[in-house]
């Protein structure tokens, strides 16, 4: 187990709110200014039996021994200082919708906690020039023994509005977060999809000049995103300014023109989203896929008794690689290891959409119809060859269950294992390459 503090300030600059003025915001007025943003904290680790720390170990896996789980609450622990941002400097005009990208753990959550002034920086300086709504952490912002109703009086006074302006927003609010029946009930006890129903429906229409939404828009369902989607599009057209850190590519290339990418606590790339996501991607391919890739969030959702050990995409001369030309063959190869006694073993494959919210296609093979025991391993080879699809990043599911769907392993690119399968074409009519698949197509022509 690991325990996380900041440690005391050696300086602060902090995060300057400055007032505007609505005659005078324009697109070349300055929203937000990071000036070399850094931030640091202390992890408190156990130390193991020989000594040494055991800070490379999540404590998170299946099957620790119960020594480690009580070294972990009671043992003796050493503590080290790492960096989860450093050195971030970058400026937003008003009116930009902007995306932030990065790995699990890059420092992007960091990052907007620091701009919504919900944590100060260790170093560096961060100006924000208007009122700030966040949607940050599922229950950021909202008092859980207070009802939906107050929530939404509560959340307008912390950003400032007056009694009138809430009430004149708050059916629209209610309409939106579709919590009609639980307005009076208290938030506590709301689903996580409830939950952020009502904190988007917050945020984005109690009028904020800068927005900022991290990801729990994944908790919502498919017709919800969507719905947030279509209302984050309407508040950049009203120059508001939106800053959107998410996985779902799809997403980013929809609402941002501009993008930015954050790796270890360090901005690495800042420009236009099409050379932003494949800066992002260049950054993915470099990650082996292993046993331990995300490890705690596979365990969370899955038993893990039977894991993947390694995914590697190639073509068809059998070199590792993520982009691909229209009609040209995918090979992906997968290896496995079982850790615990299953009945049977299937394998799925699903080709997803780049927001991750439709199936393009799926693959549901049978590995093994039989008991395998614990320290079974195997591998597999999936091939698409001539693949039709149209350019574009598509999302890819790597999962391994029981017949019966009981979850063992799975791994996507939505939760970032591995990056979006990128499709490339030479046709120069853009009116040929929208969609995902080329279908054979016959046209005829009659005379009258």
Excluded at 5 to 31: D, F
Excluded at 91 to 102: A, D, L, N, R, S
Excluded at 362 to 369: A, D, F, G, K, Y
Aim: proline share 4%; aromatic share 8%; with cysteine.
């Amino acid at each position: 187990m690991n325990s996380c503090s900041e440690p005391e300030k050696s300086h602060y600059n902090g995060v300057i709110a400055l007032p505007t003025t609505p005659s005078k915001r324009s697109t070349m007025t300055l929203a937000i200014r990071a000036d070399r943003l850094s931030k640091q904290y202390r992890i408190s680790t156990p130390i193991n039996r020989n000594g040494q720390s055991d800070a490379g170990n999540d404590g998170t896996q299946a099957g620790l021994l119960m020594w480690n789980r009580w070294k972990g609450r009671f043992g003796p622990r050493t503590t080290q200082e790492f960096w989860a941002l450093d050195d971030v400097s970058f400026e937003i005009k008003t009116g930009e919708v902007v995306g932030i990208v990065g790995r699990n753990g890059a420092g992007k959550s960091t990052l907007l906690k620091i701009l919504g002034r919900i944590t100060r920086p260790t170093r560096g300086a961060a100006r924000v020039r208007g009122r700030v709504g966040t949607l940050l952490e599922v229950g950021t912002g909202f008092h859980p023994e207070l009802s939906g109703r107050e929530n939404i009086f509560l959340n307008g006074a912390i950003l400032g509005m007056r009694m009138g302006e809430i009430r004149r927003k708050f059916d629209e609010i209610v309409a939106f977060a579709e919590v009609e029946s639980f307005l009076e009930t208290p938030v506590k006890r709301y689903s996580s999809g409830m939950f952020v129903r009502l904190a988007f429906a917050v945020a984005a229409h109690l009028q904020p000049e800068i927005l900022l939404i991290d990801e729990v828009l994944a908790v919502g369902d498919v017709a919800f995103q969507k719905k947030c989607l279509s209302q984050m599009e309407s508040l950049a057209h009203s120059n508001h300014t939106v800053l959107f850190v998410s996985h779902n590519l799809g997403a980013i290339r929809q609402l941002c023109p501009r993008s930015i990418v954050i790796d270890r606590g360090r901005l690495v790339h800042d420009g236009p989203t099409t050379d932003a996501i494949r800066a992002y991607n260049d950054l993915l391919r470099n990650i082996t896929v292993d046993a331990e890739t995300n490890l705690p969030d596979r365990i969370n959702r899955c038993t893990g008794s039977v894991r993947f050990t390694s995914v590697r995409v190639e073509n068809a001369a059998g070199e590792k690689n993520w982009d691909f030309h229209t009609g040209e063959t995918i090979r992906m190869k997968m290896s496995y290891e079982v850790y615990e006694p299953v009945d049977d073993l299937w394998f799925h494959f699903s080709l997803q959409t780049s927001t991750h919210t439709e199936t393009i296609s799926t693959v549901s093979e049978s590995i093994s119809r039989t008991r395998l025991p614990a320290g079974t391993k195997g591998s597999f080879v999936l091939e698409l060859p001539e693949v039709a699809l149209r350019p574009g990043d598509y999302g890819l599911y790597f999962w391994l269950g029981s017949k019966l769907g009981i979850p063992y392993d799975n791994l996507n690119t939505q939760n970032a294992s591995f990056p979006a399968l990128t499709i490339w074409s030479d046709e120069p009519d853009q009116r040929k390459t929208a969609g995902f698949f080329s279908l054979p197509a016959r046209l005829e022509r009659t005379e009258e």
